[in-house]
């Protein structure tokens, strides 16, 4: 079974673009840790909804939850073959708080009242 699940802040704000026959895709990086010095980027894509809300909801920065599978593709690039790898995502969930309207506010699903590593955003 090929399945992914990574929570962690997102590295640059999310990248658009439809393909050939005009469906949504977004790319962005997820910045996630297991100690403080401990820093793993990933590359995510995301298609349809998925890509929506990422497009609409997201920025660099914002705290998600990421399920998918991995996709690795191989390329040449100088007469080298090369290994793309990447979360292609199937769901997303927000973990920030964000307005949702004028005065109004959505608390995150899976609040956390004391992230010890929050103020280490490595960006």
């Known amino acids: 079974m090929n399945h992914v699940m990574l ?3 997102l590295g640059r704000k999310p990248e658009y673009k439809k393909t050939k026959n005009d469906k949504l895709v977004v790319n962005c990086s997820l910045a996630t840790r297991e100690r403080k010095d401990d820093v793993t980027w990933h590359n995510i894509t995301a298609f349809d909804k998925t890509a929506e809300i990422l497009q609409n909801y997201c920025d660099k ?3 998600i939850a990421i399920e998918g599978r ?11 073959k090369r290994i793309w790898s990447e979360v292609v995502a199937n ?4 973990l920030d708080r964000k307005l949702d ?4 506010m959505r ?3 899976f609040e956390n ?5 929050e103020d280490d955003i490595p960006f």
Do not use: C, H, T, W
């Not at 769901?91 to 927000?94: F, H, P, S």
């Not at 009242?113 to 590593?117: C, I, N, P, T």
């Open 7 to 9: 929570i962690g802040n």
């Open 61 to 63: 920065g914002s705290k």
């Open 70 to 80: 991995i996709s690795n593709r191989q390329y040449e690039a100088n007469g080298e």
């Open 91 to 94: 769901r997303v969930e927000l």
């Open 101 to 104: 309207g004028p005065g109004s």
């Open 107 to 109: 608390a995150a699903p």
């Open 113 to 117: 009242k004391q992230d010890d590593f």
